[in-house]
């Protein structure tokens, strides 16, 4: 059987972009084949470069957000910059930028501007809070739009409200630039024309606190937070067992409550008694509920626990931390472990989620340096070496 291509071969994206939300919408393009060329300033590149050295000496936000790029160093305060992003430009199919709001306008490298210049360009803008209103110039970090958004207010405990573990405001803007740009390719094959994709940080977290949004809107209060606790379903929480592990099971319905009882519980009688029966009962006695379940699964280990549950029925799950996941036994059993070249050296890289099963593996190419691909970009251009020496002399590029 003929293997089929990466969807986005011959695709190739432009990128000034720097921290989370634009590096990993293009990273999703890189893995389905793209060509990504980044564009980092020559004094220290993406600010994401310098977050920390967990990664043998690298950033662990950049190497997860940049593998398979090409990076160029480039001044774009400087006009001979703007010149050689001109050109990198003109032959690019999407551009994609996420600089502070109005820079990219003030440099002439807005979608608007762009797609007014090459009718077939996909050119995206990524911003905190979009390119108008009263907050439009705000600065918009993951965790302040997790504020703005409410997310940080139904997450946590009863006593305390905690801001995701995950960046989860830039993830968000992430994908959907990334299926913006789909979208917008799939479009221009149609009508051959490409066109501006707008995505702002506030807009997709928003999108994605819909649940709670709507609870709120149409119920008239907002949802309490519960911790790990569900907070309309009951039992949904995480029990300590016998061996210092923690077990979350949820009861979806009051048939799974009934299996619960008889065969985890060993109490069949919790199932028809009404304090208990129905989930309303259940979630209006939260206390005694959880400390029925508590009781029987402190006597079980983690895994006995989870047997239990699983020949039950009761869905479940280990709290497992972030070491557990690295070493998790699904993904290692479903072989989606790879490893990623890097200046650092080869570093362990999950495959992506998306699977196309019947085509090309995905491109898991390697993390850049800053700057590495500078001089080959452009002589691609046509310059000459002494060109690119009066470039690098004058701090234009690096």
Known sequence: MDIQPLPLAGIT????????????????????????????????GDFARGYDTAAHGLASHFVWANRGKESIALDLKEPRGREVLEQLIAGADVFVQNLAQGAAARLGFDA?????????LVAVDVSGYGAEGPYAHKRAYDMLVQCEAGLVSVTGTPAESVKSGIPAADIAAAMYAFSGVLAALLRRGVTGRGGPVEVSMLDALAEWMGHPLHHTMHGG??????????AVIAPYDAYPTADGNRVLLSVQNDREWRRLAERVLERPELAEDPEYATNAARTANREKTDAVVAEAVSRLGAMEAI???????????????VADLAGHPQLAARDRWREVDSPAGPLRALLPP?????????????????????????????MTGAQITALRRDGVVA
Request: hydrophobic content about 45%; aromatic content about 2%.
């Open 354 to 382: 998306i699977g196309l099963p019947g085509g090309a593996a995905p491109r898991m190419g390697a993390v850049p340096a800053l700057g590495e691909h500078t001089d080959a970009l452009l002589r691609a251009l046509g």
């Open 13 to 44: 994206v432009v990128a000034v972009e720097q921290a989370v939300s634009a590096p990993f919408a293009t990273r999703q393009l890189a893995d389905l084949g793209a060509r990504v060329i980044k564009v980092e300033r020559p004094d220290g």
């Open 221 to 230: 209060e907002q949802p309490p937070r519960t911790g790990l606790a569900h």
């Open 112 to 120: 608007a501007t762009l797609t007014a210049r090459y009718e077939r």
């Open 307 to 321: 047997g239990r549950l699983e020949a039950a029925g009761i869905a479940c799950a280990r709290l497992n931390s």
